[in-house]
Nanobody, 124 residues
């Protein structure tokens, strides 16, 4: 089992930055592909970013490319999401997730473990 805890959410003005962190326990995240998802009120949970377990290849949804950066620190068993140039449409509950397979990175149903989420609110 893997337990994931997200931190770093908050209220920020448009154009500002936040850094989300996901701390894992129970197993080493080096065994997992790690992802970030978000869910806005009334909307489905959507893929934001992922980083693979072996090569550390990164993936982003189009709307955050060039603004968000995912990274992992296997020694600290953490994954981070640096979010810059935030927009009101980035407002959502952000979740950290882990999966053993490197395939189908954008699919929520392929992730085995989830955190409880951290709220990000961007004011205009």
């Amino acid at each position: 089992q893997v337990q994931l805890v997200e931190t770093g959410g908050g209220l920020v003005q448009a154009g500002g930055s936040l850094r989300l962190s996901c701390a894992a326990s129970g197993r080493a995240i080096s065994s997992f592909t790690m992802g970030w998802f978000r869910q806005a009120p009334g909307k489905e949970r959507e893929f934001v970013s992922a980083i693979t377990r072996n090569l550390g290849t990164t993936y982003y949804t189009d709307s955050v490319k060039g603004r968000f950066t995912i990274s992992r620190d296997n020694a600290k068993n953490t994954v981070a999401l640096q979010m810059n140039s935030l927009k009101p449409e980035d407002t959502a509950l952000y979740y950290c997730a882990a999966k053993e397979s490197p395939l189908f990175l954008t699919r929520t149903d392929n992730y085995n473990y989830w955190g409880q989420g951290t709220q990000v609110t961007v004011s205009s």
